[in-house]
């Protein structure tokens, strides 16, 4: 298993502000994935985060609202730029460990205001 | 591409009980993973069990068991002896083989009542 801590787990924000999320791993992994679930819906990948790479977003997420930084093995970070109502959700980082598993970190719930 | 469909967005049963869970999949391919994750209310999503499509056998962690049709691409989840922890959201995932990406269903809504 993997040990996956997220910072904040819940923020309230205004209209217009952006907001860090940072997500930390007990150990060094190659890949790490950013994940939205909103309001009683399912997850939705908006992106996958290699280090020493540019992320590479899935379809109807881009870079300028969701940067991600990825500076060493063990850490990733995933703003969310301009934040309106829309982007009230939960956002979890994940972690590929072996060969099949991806291992989740228990969320960033984020209201917009 | 690939699509996961969870039929059933609620679900009770009764403690100690068995409850099946519903799954199916579209693809094309045919190397992939499906796996079930337990969501409780804490948030904290869970590795549950995993299938490989090229096996046979259906995967078996304890009281969690899966009924893997491969020709019906269906994936259903079956729960013996239900717990009061095991009240949770649970999701259905597919992963094509070559590929980390997990598509996920939309999840059903599992309460076990006393």
């Known amino acids: 298993s993997a040990v996956i801590s997220q910072k904040p787990s819940r923020d309230i924000c205004q209209r217009g502000t952006s907001l860090t999320i940072q997500c930390q791993v007990d150990s060094q992994v190659t890949m790490m994935f950013w994940y939205r679930q909103q309001p009683g819906q399912s997850l939705t990948l908006i992106a996958t985060?290699?280090?020493?790479?540019?992320?590479?977003?899935e379809s109807g997420f881009v870079i300028d609202k969701f940067p991600i930084s990825r500076p060493n093995l063990t850490f990733s970070t995933l703003t969310v730029s301009n934040m309106s109502p829309e982007d009230s959700s939960i956002y979890l980082c994940s972690v590929l460990r072996g060969t099949y598993e991806q291992y989740f970190g228990p969320g960033t719930r984020l209201t917009v205001t | 591409a690939q699509t996961v469909t969870q039929s059933q967005p609620e679900m009770s049963v009764q403690e100690a009980e068995t409850v099946t869970l519903s799954c199916t999949y579209d693809t094309s391919e045919n190397n992939y993973y499906l796996f079930w994750y337990k969501q409780p209310p804490s948030r904290q999503m869970i590795l549950v069990i995993r299938q490989e499509a090229y096996k046979q056998q259906n995967a078996t962690e304890n009281r969690f068991s899966v009924n893997f049709q491969k020709a019906a691409k269906s994936f259903s989840l079956k729960i013996s002896d239900s717990q009061l922890g095991d009240t949770a959201m649970y999701f259905c995932?597919?992963?094509?083989?070559?590929?980390?990406?997990?598509?996920f269903g939309k999840g059903t809504k599992l309460t076990v009542n006393p």
């Open positions: 995932a597919f992963r094509q083989g070559g590929s980390e990406k997990l598509v």
């Open positions: 985060a290699n280090q020493g790479s540019e992320a590479t977003y």
